[in-house]
């Protein structure tokens, strides 16, 4: 008979249980998939990286007031996803996409688009600007402000923007501008903006059908048809967790909650018999102790599993 001796009660530690506890999990409906494929996903933060870089280099020029743009995340997701994420009040621009029901969005604070007009104005745009609708005057000053930064955007993403857009109209309230289906799939590109010393976030929205055309055919990536072998090849590359166990023992719930350091359990595992080979608690071997060369290691000497 095997015995063990008990080191720590329960085996879990304090901190292990609470970052179990504490651990979020997300939803995902397989249904609408909203995920990027990992080389999808570079080439475009590659192309929004470099949309920031030439619409702060724009703004700067512009507003004549040293401008920041930095894309913090790309993402795909449902427009009504996407839309219940802004602020109720805001300043959606929304764009033509020729050949395509949905549009395009710009989407910033109203409020950061007067600091640039006052910018741009001659003012000092020091004071903060209420969430408002712009003037004939302010919107013909936006309009031109997006209309370059939409020159800049055909330029970042290249080939995967083939299709003309331009500035059709602003929206001010998230909820009620409808510029896709609710179910229809958006690459949502989130940015951070420094104008002088104030900040804000605006985002870039595009249906996500138009890009991924093109980017399945300049950035392709596997076919289809042999998505059992590569899902096979990969599955057989994960690494596992595999424990050389005895033979398990059941114990009344009292027996647990009563031990303490020092305890003796007995194991109903005799000397004679080999180990077994468990892999995520499934036993698929026997095994018994060995080594190789200095290191501790396990000679299998007959296998569980039922052949296919």
């Not at 619409?55 to 839309?83: E, I, N, P, S």
């Not at 006052?118 to 609708?133: D, Q, T, V, W, Y």
């Amino acid at each position: 008979m095997a015995t063990v001796t008990v080191q720590e009660q329960y085996g879990i530690s304090a901190p292990a249980r609470a970052a179990a506890a504490t651990k979020t999990v997300e939803v995902y409906d397989f249904r609408r998939p909203t995920t990027l494929a990992r080389e999808h996903s570079r080439v475009l933060e590659l192309a929004f990286e470099t949309f920031a870089r030439q619409w702060g280099t724009q703004l700067t020029a512009k507003v004549r007031m040293v401008c920041q743009v930095t894309c913090d995340q790309v993402l795909m997701q449902t427009y009504d996803d996407y839309a219940s994420s802004l602020p109720a009040s805001t300043a959606m621009v929304l764009c033509n996409l020729e050949g395509s029901s949905a549009k395009a969005v710009i989407q910033f604070p109203a409020s950061t688009a007067l600091t640039w007009v006052s910018h741009m104005l001659g003012g000092s745009g020091n004071r903060i600007a209420p969430e408002r609708k712009f003037t004939q005057i302010e919107e013909a000053l936006v309009r031109g402000l997006m209309s370059d930064a939409l020159e800049d955007l055909r330029y970042s993403l290249g080939a995967l923007l083939v299709v003309p857009i331009s500035v059709d109209a602003i929206q001010y309230n998230s909820q009620f501008a409808q510029a896709a289906a609710t179910a229809d799939l958006m690459i949502v590109a989130s940015f951070a903006l420094e104008v002088g010393e104030g900040s804000s976030i605006a985002t870039v929205a595009l249906p996500a059908r138009i890009l991924l055309e093109q980017l399945g055919e300049v950035h392709p990536t596997g076919s289809r048809a042999k998505s059992k072998e590569l899902l096979q090849a990969q599955l057989s590359r994960v690494p596992v967790e595999v424990s050389l166990r005895l033979t398990p023992v059941r114990v009344l719930p009292s027996r647990i909650l009563d031990l303490a350091v020092g305890d003796i359990l007995p194991i109903p595992h005799p000397k004679h018999r080999p180990l077994d080979l468990a892999v995520d608690g499934l036993s698929l071997a026997r095994a018994a102790v060995g080594s190789n060369g200095s290191r501790l290691a396990c000679i299998i000497i007959e296998s569980k599993e039922k052949p296919r």
